[in-house]
């Protein structure tokens, strides 16, 4: 399968600080990367679905100012988590799809755990 | 809008044995693929299986195996010959052909085998 590589996979960060995280297809081009957002013992939920070269477009009840992303080139996509507070501390996950190498299955990077301190 | 839903949050089988896990989905979409996810204490997210919903022939790999009922939008996922390693949350996944690589996730099963 294809690689999508995501970095950190941990980090802490104090209150009121920004943290960015990186996705990344490395064999492949994505035409658009998703982000997904799970705490612990639940589901991973949508938060937004980044396009390259176009806005993001975030699902309901996702604060776009909160959470930036940008989807700079065909390879990576990052999530800005701004101003963190305690309760953004979760698990972040990317996947990639698009294109001929992920138009039937969608690529996970290994996620990142937030703690906001 | 799809839904999938899992209605077993947890699981536990003996060592070799075998455990079936639930999953109904609802679409109105025709050009579907449906997956298994294993995520282990890691939280990486590993594909176990794949089912394309065109496909009448039910998806195997190895151990693995699925029982896609398209009509009754059924879709379980059976783990033959348990292994500790298969302690894991387990995903029912649903993805649409026009839309490729967004995906709707149930709720999770997190199944633990015993040894």
């Known amino acids: 399968g294809a690689v999508v590589s995501q970095h950190p996979s941990r980090v802490i960060c104090k209150s009121g600080t920004s943290v960015k995280i990186e996705c990344r297809s490395l064999?492949?081009?994505?035409?658009?990367m998703f982000w997904y957002r799970q705490f612990p013992k639940q589901s991973l939920m949508l938060m937004a679905t980044?396009?390259?070269?176009?806005?993001?477009?975030?699902e309901q009840g996702v604060e776009k100012d909160k959470f930036l992303i940008n989807h700079a080139s065909l390879t990576l996509s990052t999530l800005t988590v701004t101003s963190a507070h305690p309760e953004d501390s979760s698990f972040y996950i990317c996947?990639?799809?698009?294109?001929?190498?992920?138009?039937?299955?969608?690529?996970f990077g290994q996620g990142t755990r937030l703690t906001v301190v | 809008a799809q839904t999938v839903t899992q209605s077993q949050p947890e699981m536990s089988v003996q060592e070799a044995e075998t455990v079936t896990l639930s999953c109904t989905y609802d679409?109105?979409?025709?050009?579907?693929?449906l997956f298994w996810y294993k995520q282990p204490p890691s939280r990486q997210m590993i594909l176990v299986i794949r089912?394309?919903?065109?496909?009448?022939q039910n998806a195997t790999e190895n151990r693995f195996s699925v029982n896609f009922q398209k009509a009754a939008k059924s879709f379980s996922l059976k783990i033959s010959d348990s292994q500790l390693g298969d302690t894991a949350m387990y995903f029912c996944?649903?993805?649409?052909?026009?839309?490729?690589?967004?995906?709707?996730f149930g709720d999770g099963t997190t199944l633990t085998v015993k040894p």
């Open positions: 996947s990639a799809g698009g294109g001929r190498r992920a138009n039937t299955e969608a690529f």
């Open positions: 064999d492949f081009q994505a035409t658009t």
């Open positions: 980044s396009n390259e070269g176009s806005k993001a477009t975030y």
């Open positions: 679409t109105s979409e025709s050009n579907y693929y």
């Open positions: 089912q394309e919903a065109y496909k009448q």
């Open positions: 996944a649903f993805m649409t052909a026009t839309n490729a690589g967004k995906s709707t």
